[in-house]
């Protein structure tokens, strides 16, 4: 946490001793900022998914001594009243909760419509009729912007619905706009750029890669290896979000959390079988293959605003990123079931 010090030095603002509201803090990013949250200092309350089997998601992955320290809220964003109820008496909220594999929005993109937009709405509200918030920090995603038509992509950059996914986060921020613009609610919108480390799912290229290499395949299914992403390791995700939560400034605005590096597929696969050890080669999987207009060719952040306005960059190290990752893919390789794809 000694970045995140180093940011809050500057700022009025402090975490330690705060209420805070987390959704998606089950999920892969969500689960790494509760862990920094509670470090910090903040009271968490973090939003579960509600599930029969009483499942926490990625947080079962937290350490105990951490996890004693959060109290879990069931529930689910669509309901209104459930989030209402989550977002009493917090000082901040964080909104993560979202679907995000970008093929299975092509299948079903009402279910993303009915979580990434209503949810958002039903947050925005709650936050709106809160008599204890301070800020807002509604997470978005660097597909608004589709393909670049500029790099870096600064946060001007045009919003393009590539994707039923990317559609309905678009309709996300500017709900969340919206509610600045009409309402004056303290919102800030963090648009953080393909996050990677310990805890992401095979959705995602990175561990799909790493999982396939670690079993020993001899051939790694994958789709397009040419496109350009920005990747940021997850605990940076993290303090990103946190520098905008505690920075009066930021409301209002939307800022790019990236590391201000791209990588292609190609490059990130070179790297994962230097780092695993092992030469494979590599076959197209025609399910991981995005429409021909829908697919993302490059995405690079413009991270100026966000270091003006908070002093944060990026400090972990791509390869540094990917290392990590390899190991606590490799630890938790039951996690992977490499010869199916998850959309």
């Known amino acids: ?41 903040a009271n968490v ?17 937290v350490a105990k001594e951490t996890l004693d320290d959060v109290e879990l809220f069931t529930g689910d964003v669509r309901d209104a009243e459930r989030m209402r109820q989550g977002v009493t008496g917090c000082d901040y909220v964080f909104h993560l909760s979202s679907l995000i594999a970008i093929p299975y929005s092509y299948d079903a993109p009402r279910s993303y419509v009915d979580t990434n937009v209503t949810g ?13 918030l301070t800020r807002l920090v509604h997470v ?45 609610l303290p919102v800030v919108t963090a648009r953080p750029f393909n996050t990677f480390g310990p805890r992401q799912t095979a959705r995602a290229v990175i561990p799909t890669i790493a999982s396939q290499l670690l079993a020993g395949r001899e051939t790694l299914n ?29 409301e209002g605005q939307v800022v790019n959390i ?39 060719n490059r995405l690079l952040a413009d991270t100026l605003k966000m270091q003006r306005l908070t002093g944060w960059k990026s400090r972990v190290p791509f390869y540094e990123g990917l290392s990590k990752t390899v190991e606590w893919v490799e630890r938790n390789l039951h996690y992977f079931d490499v010869d199916r794809y998850a959309k």
């Open 1 to 41: 946490m000694l970045s995140l010090l180093k940011w809050c030095k500057t700022m009025t603002e402090t975490i330690s001793g705060k209420k805070v509201f987390v959704t998606g803090a089950d999920g892969f990013i969500g689960s790494h900022l509760v862990e920094q949250l509670v470090a910090s200092g």
């Open 45 to 61: 309350r973090a939003l579960v998914y509600y599930n029969s089997w009483n499942e926490k998601g990625w947080l079962r992955d």
């Open 120 to 132: 958002a709405l039903n947050v925005l509200q709650a936050c709106r009729e809160s008599d204890a």
């Open 140 to 184: 978005s995603t660097s597909e608004v912007y589709g393909t670049a038509q500029q790099v870096p992509i600064s946060e001007d950059h045009p919003l393009v619905g590539q994707s039923p996914y990317s559609a309905s986060k678009i309709a996300a921020d500017k709900m969340a706009e919206s509610f600045y613009l009409s309402f004056g």
């Open 222 to 250: 994958l789709g397009a290896l040419t496109p350009t992403r920005d990747f940021n390791f997850a605990l940076d995700t993290a303090d990103g979000m946190l520098a905008l939560a505690l920075c009066k400034e930021a």
């Open 258 to 296: 990236g590391s201000g590096e791209e990588w292609s597929i190609a490059q990130t696969v070179e790297m994962l079988c230097e780092i695993v050890g092992r030469k494979v080669e590599i076959v197209t999987d025609e399910v991981r293959i995005r429409p021909e207009k829908s697919e993302v």
